[in-house]
């Protein structure tokens, strides 16, 4: 019994396959959180790009409806999420940059990120994004 013991001990074949079945996961994880965190900037800085289109859309033409100013944002919206925006928030301020023909909105909204890995808890965070029209009445 001794013997094999010994001989279990000095054989060192399938080491490589331990250490990766120990650290294999650990890794995978990282790497599925960067590409997770990378995603949850794409869809960041699509909101962003989205919501200043709107705000576009809302300075040049006075007349349009909130709800028309609504549709841009959300087709404005990269790879089809736009329907996972509710609507904006509108603020307006009159008589901004001390003009009492001009009427500064600002526009804000949100998207809620749904992370594909569930396992790394990162959850659902909310995102927002701003922007001003201004427009002259």
Do not use: H, W
């Not at 023909?101 to 909310?126: D, E, H, Q, R």
Request: aromatic fraction near 8%; charged fraction near 15%.
């Amino acid at each position: 019994m001794r013997r094999l013991l010994q001989a279990l001990r000095a054989d060192t074949r399938g080491v490589a396959a331990l250490e990766f079945a120990i650290v294999g996961p650990l890794l995978f994880a990282l790497l599925l959180g960067i590409v997770e965190m990378g995603r949850m900037f794409y869809v960041r800085e699509s909101l962003e790009y989205a919501i200043e289109q709107a705000a576009r859309y809302y300075m040049v033409n006075p007349s349009a409806t909130q709800d028309a100013v609504t549709t841009v944002l959300r087709n404005a919206m990269a790879g089809g999420m736009g329907s996972g925006i509710p609507a904006p928030q509108y603020i307006d301020v009159s008589s901004c940059n001390g003009n009492s023909a001009v009427t500064c909105t600002t526009i804000t909204a949100t998207y809620t990120f749904v992370s594909v890995a569930s396992f790394l808890k990162l959850g659902n965070p909310v995102l927002r994004a701003s922007a001003q029209a201004v427009r002259v009445q």
